[in-house]
């Protein structure tokens, strides 16, 4: 149980271009998803939090118009980087929770790279 | 704001001794405290977690201790195999509505044979 989904698993993509990265809860139903991106050999830097049938919610610092964010069902979010450029090339990691528990289960990944 | 410091930022240790990854958190509202495992290139894995209402949760060759009073959770790593080598982040949150994790900043533990 509690498996998430992502994909592309890898992407690379020209600067200027937009790129989709889809998350899915398999077998629960994830009222909250977060997303987040991660540098080599550092931790994990919480995007936004997306919400189900919300607005996502995101920290300081991050461009609300460069990284859309669609929960649209209870199951799947999207993170959409926009004009996409070099230094958006990393490692987007979403996790999911399941409705009423506290536990976040992360997808394998998605690794981004824009020439 | 909130913040969870870890130490220490590497480890290494011989096959068969213990390991142990220590971690303070800021918000006194945190209540529950989770241990995540990353391989190189990999999901964060889940591999324990506590909640405020214990002070200690063991299974099997891992065990995580919290001190609320101090702000300050461990995770015990025993007998420690190749295996177990990989980034440890340690993270806290305040549970209920749409509570976000804090994470620390990761231990690389290496296991030597």
């Known amino acids: 149980g509690a498996v998430v989904s992502q994909h592309p698993s890898w992407v690379i993509c020209k600067s200027g271009t937009s790129v989709k990265i889809e998350c899915r809860s398999l077998?629960?139903?994830?009222?909250?998803m977060f997303w987040y991106r991660q540098f080599p050999k550092q931790s994990l830097m919480l995007m936004a939090t997306?919400?189900?049938?919300?607005?996502?919610?995101?920290e300081q610092g991050v461009e609300k118009d460069k990284f859309l964010i669609n929960h649209a069902s209870l199951t799947l979010s999207t993170l959409t980087v926009t004009s996409a450029h070099p230094e958006d090339s990393s490692f987007y990691i979403c996790?999911?929770?399941?409705?009423?528990?506290?536990?976040?289960?992360f997808g394998p990944g998605t690794r981004l790279t824009v020439l | 704001g909130e913040n969870v410091e870890q130490h220490p930022s590497t480890l290494s240790v011989q096959e068969g001794d213990s390991a142990v990854i220590k971690c303070t958190y800021s918000d006194s509202a945190s209540n529950y405290f989770p241990w995540y495992k990353q391989e190189l290139g990999k999901r964060p894995q889940l591999i324990i977690d506590?909640?405020?209402?214990?002070g200690e949760k063991k299974d099997q060759r891992i065990a995580v201790t919290l001190n609320k009073t101090a702000k300050h959770f461990s995770l015990h790593i025993t007998e420690t195999q190749p295996e177990d080598s990989a980034v440890y982040f340690c993270a806290a949150s305040r549970t209920g509505g749409y509570n976000k994790l804090i994470f620390g900043a990761g231990t690389r533990l290496a296991v030597h044979p």
């Open positions: 077998d629960f139903q994830a009222t909250t």
């Open positions: 997306s919400n189900e049938g919300s607005k996502a919610t995101y």
């Open positions: 506590i909640r405020s209402n214990v």
């Open positions: 996790s999911a929770r399941a409705t009423g528990r506290n536990e976040q289960f």
